[in-house]
């Protein structure tokens, strides 16, 4: 299984409430969609500076 490092852009478009700007909105649709989709697939991996920037947000999303 292939190893795919996380970082915190990922964690907060997929975690995050909808955007209405359309763009935004795009991406956190297609990192929601790869999360259930292609996450199965890899072995996944972050730092733990990713951890603290996610933790430092809400904590209903980090938690997420």
Same mark, same amino acid.
């Not at 292939?2 to 763009?23: F, G, M, Q």
């Given at each position: 299984?292939?190893? #795919?490092?996380? *970082? &915190?852009?990922? #964690?907060?478009?997929? @975690?995050? =409430?909808?955007?209405? +700007?359309?763009?935004?909105?795009?991406?956190?649709?297609?990192? =929601? +969609?790869?999360?259930? =989709? *292609? =996450?199965?697939?890899? +072995?996944?991996? &972050?730092?733990?500076?990713?951890?603290? *920037?996610? @933790?430092?947000?809400?904590?209903?999303?980090? #938690?997420?």
């Amino acid at each position: 299984m292939d190893t #795919v490092y996380i *970082e &915190t852009s990922i #964690v907060s478009y997929a @975690s995050a =409430r909808p955007s209405r +700007d359309i763009a935004t909105a795009a991406l956190q649709q297609q990192a =929601r +969609d790869w999360w259930q =989709r *292609e =996450r199965p697939a890899f +072995d996944l991996v &972050t730092s733990q500076l990713t951890l603290d *920037e996610a @933790s430092a947000g809400d904590a209903g999303a980090a #938690v997420k």
